[in-house]
């Protein structure tokens, strides 16, 4: 495919961008006191490098009511312009036509009380579910604190050297609390009508422009629908909200999705890519200024139909440029196989913003750390021996040959990816298929030599004789000593996910954490309608075909029975933040029965009895199928044995300890690079 539209430059005013390209604004917790570092430099100079047409760094406090915390950078002070100042240079410096913005954050309500030291404001006092705190209502010098704060901080980012500023007014922060009536209950100028609550971010456009110099470029990151319920501002109160914008001076309009505080997923696997262009494109429709379109575009395919649509004019890649700095060069050179694809499970990146961690990304090992993880040049050339291909072992394997290694990958079964085809089996889940690809991939090119269907025994370690071995052989499951746990009925979790046991009619899964409940949701959706199918039914209803509301009621379930259950008090507990409440959403709106608190003491021929937390009994009847996701235990009976022969071993991925796939390919690449 030629990407004709994708690498055609685009004018923002007198600004013009190479490509279209656009990494918006995400948090990456690399600031240190507010402050700009240099690992934040070395991101942001690496995707420079890597071919993007415009960067955002952000989101970048305005005031210090406004923040989130010392992790992210601030702009409410002169002291911090020296820092952004060294920023922009480095970035400049790495690629003299990239464009660099910074996103002007105001939180608002989404401010933590414990961090700014006071109640949070906002337009009107609410109880926020995402900062879990009560807000003040702006008075109208608050007002005008903040919008001059906005103005300020812009020409502190002019002073920098900024191309452009892009204010935040998406995701539920302060001018979308101006903006939605179920939040905005003042009486004033500054609410009721929409033209009351534009007020707001239209004088913040406005005091920008009085501020800075006609040549820096005002963007604005909008929400193209809040995804809050017809009381706040949905899809269709957006076109005039975006004209009063453009009416107001903006530049550019950046659509994303809707609140943090949505029950509507924005960004999980889950999400089909490109499900919200169709926010860019209502907003495209209604503005002359150039429109980006956000959320899960990452494929280079599918943003370039997006702009050949015009459907948007500008494409935002936030973690497929986190995954892969190098993804617009490798696009435009033709080498597409090569692109280090993101898998949108946001293990690396949003979970850790949510629990103040620096970013990382599963796949890719020195994000965030590019100095720290760059990979070490070869100072010997060694017989490397990885036993295991899944995530550990194949990432070891990558690593290892790159740097220059002879490397022999070695498989029990007939295929690579161990465990990452049973994760990819549940709905929504099959973006972890990409990873296989892109290591089958990696094996040809690199030249690693692999062994499929080769059980590994001491003698042919001694047979091949490597000065190294990294063990990568995985977990077990723990089978859990209950009673009845040998019945021909008792399963496998993940032959089940495989497909390679029966799937019953009333199903009980044991353990209800990640496999547990990905599990339930696979087997509540065991004979459902396909979306392929629905469509197409549905389509010819008015012939006599199947009606849209009978569609839907197959569309999301099958006819199987699924209960799970689960020792602790919380089901879930190994799933990321950003994705667990989804998934037990999920699994409450397909009626998966969750219990948790409960302990299974006996399996009979067609039951299951469990005690609760009060030790009271309970008992399944009429079970016919049972699935143990009770838990892994490491399978490292080779260790000592390799140990043994005096060959430097370590281990990598499960086979340490049962982690996530992130965590096994961050200790394939560590090991690999410190070979």
């Excluded at 415009?54 to 002291?79: E, R, T, W, Y």
């Excluded at 101006?178 to 009508?193: C, E, M, Q, V, W």
């Excluded at 892969?324 to 979970?351: E, H, R, T, W």
């Excluded at 696979?522 to 199918?533: M, N």
Aim: proline share 5%.
């Amino acid at each position: 495919m030629k990407f004709l539209k994708l690498f055609s430059p685009l004018n923002i005013r007198h600004m013009t961008l190479s490509n279209r390209i656009v990494m918006p604004a995400m948090h990456l917790n690399l600031a240190d006191k507010m402050f700009a570092t240099q690992e934040l430099n070395d991101f942001y100079v690496e995707r420079a490098k890597g071919g993007a047409g415009f960067l955002i760094m952000g989101g970048c406090a305005i005031s210090p009511l406004q923040q989130g915390g010392p992790f992210m950078v601030a702009l409410h002070d002169n002291k911090f312009i020296p820092k952004l100042t060294e920023f922009v240079d480095q970035v400049h410096a790495a690629r003299e036509d990239v464009k660099v913005a910074a996103q002007l954050y105001a939180s608002g309500a989404y401010s933590f009380e414990l961090v700014i030291g006071e109640k949070p404001i906002s337009s009107s006092s609410y109880y926020s579910r995402f900062s879990k705190s009560t807000s003040r209502e702006m008075t109208l010098e608050d007002i005008k604190k903040e919008q001059e704060a906005f103005a300020t901080a812009s020409l502190r980012c002019q002073k920098a050297g900024f191309d452009a500023v892009e204010i935040c007014g998406s995701a539920g922060y302060l001018i979308d609390q101006f903006l939605s009536p179920l939040i905005n209950k003042r009486t004033d100028k500054y609410g009721g009508s929409l033209e009351n609550r534009l007020r707001f971010p239209v004088e913040v456009i406005e005091t920008i422009k009085a501020k800075v110099d006609h040549d820096l470029i005002v963007g604005m990151r909008m929400a193209g629908e809040d995804f809050m319920g017809e009381e706040s501002n949905t899809y269709k109160d957006k076109p005039p909200i975006a004209k009063a914008y453009e009416d107001a001076g903006i530049d550019y309009i950046n659509v994303t999705g809707g609140w943090h505080e949505s029950r509507v997923p924005q960004l999980i696997m889950n999400l089909p890519p490109g499900t919200y262009t169709y926010l860019a494109d209502n907003i495209k429709r209604a503005v002359n200024v150039p429109v980006f379109a956000s959320n899960r575009l990452q494929d280079p395919v599918l943003a370039e139909k997006t702009l050949q649509a015009n459907q948007a004019d500008a494409i935002c890649i936030g973690r497929g440029l986190i995954a892969d700095p190098y993804l617009p060069a490798k696009v435009q050179s033709g080498n597409l196989k090569d692109i280090m694809q993101c898998v949108s499970c946001n293990q690396g990146c949003f979970d850790s913003v949510f629990y103040l961690k620096t970013v990382t990304c599963l796949r890719n090992a020195a994000a965030c750390k590019e100095r720290k993880m760059a990979l070490k040049p070869l100072k010997e050339k060694k017989k490397v021996m990885v036993i295991g291909a899944g995530p550990a072992g194949l990432e070891a394997a990558r690593v290892a040959a790159i740097r220059g290694h002879e490397v022999h990958l070695y498989e029990k079964d007939n295929c690579i990816g161990g465990l990452l085809d049973i994760v990819a089996a549940p709905p929504g889940r099959s973006h972890f298929q990409k990873m296989i690809e892109d290591y089958n991939y990696w094996i040809l090119k690199h030249g690693i030599n692999l062994n499929l269907n080769t059980e590994v025994s001491i003698n042919l370690i001694k047979e091949v004789s490597p000065d190294v071995v990294v063990l990568a052989t995985g977990s077990r499951l723990v089978s859990p000593p209950i009673p009845g746990m040998d019945k021909p009925h008792v399963y496998s979790s993940w032959d089940a996910l495989a497909g390679n046991v029966p799937i019953g009619e009333n199903c009980v899964i044991i353990g209800g954490s990640a496999t547990g409940i990905e599990l339930a949701i696979h087997l509540r959706e065991y004979g459902a309608l396909s979306p392929e199918s629905f469509k197409f039914l549905t389509f010819y209803q008015q012939y006599h075909g199947l009606k849209t509301e009978d569609a839907l009621k197959m569309l999301y379930t099958g006819r199987k029975k699924v209960t799970v259950l689960e020792m602790l008090p919380k089901a879930g507990r190994s799933i990321g933040k950003s994705t667990k409440w989804a998934l037990l959403d999920k699994c409450d709106m397909m009626g998966v029965n969750i219990i948790t608190n409960a302990k299974v003491s006996e399996i009979g021929d067609d039951s299951l009895t469990y005690v609760d937390a009060r030790d009271v009994e309970h008992r399944v009847e009429d079970v016919d199928a049972i699935y143990n996701a009770a838990g892994v235990r490491p399978n490292d009976d080779l260790y000592q044995k390799i140990k043994a022969l005096k060959i430097k071993v370590q281990k990598a991925g499960d086979v340490r300890k049962p982690a996530t796939v992130l965590e096994a390919v961050q200790r394939g690449y560590k090991v690999a690079n410190s070979i």
